[in-house]
């Protein structure tokens, strides 16, 4: 099991962009999937982009062209860049890890369960 810690949140403009970090720490070398998600206010968390541990990158469709992440292994951590912000991207953004080698698809985006580990989240506010 790894440890997960996102930092980088803040309150922007519609329009903006932000750079959120997760530092990974643990038992790195396992071959996790790892992911972004994002639980806005009243609401279930949702998978937003992850990785795996072959670098295949899928994105949920609102994020697309938008959000880019991306894993350094040498310093284990994970980032995600968001650009052109809104205001529905406003929540509270997680990292999270699976299970040791698992390989993550389209449907891990809403089976949270596959993800061990997960952060205390960091939070990002879009509004003018």
């Known amino acids: 099991q790894v440890q997960l810690a996102e930092s980088g949140g803040a309150s922007v403009v519609p329009g903006g962009s932000l750079r959120l970090t997760c530092q990974v720490s643990?038992?790195?070398?396992?071959?996790?999937?790892m992911a972004w998600f994002r639980r806005a206010s009243g609401e279930e968390p949702e998978g937003l982009a992850l990785?795996?541990?072959?670098?295949?990158?899928l994105y949920r469709d609102s994020v697309k062209g938008r959000f880019t992440i991306s894993k350094d292994n040498a310093d284990n951590i994970l980032y995600l860049q968001m650009n052109s912000l809104r205001p529905e991207d406003s929540g509270r953004y997680y990292c999270a890890a699976t299970t040791p080698w698992t390989r993550c698809d389209r449907s891990s985006f809403t089976r949270r369960s596959e993800f061990l580990s997960w952060g205390r989240g960091t939070q990002v506010a879009v509004s003018s």
């Open positions: 990785i795996n541990n072959d670098g295949t990158i």
């Open positions: 643990g038992y790195t070398n396992k071959g996790y999937c």
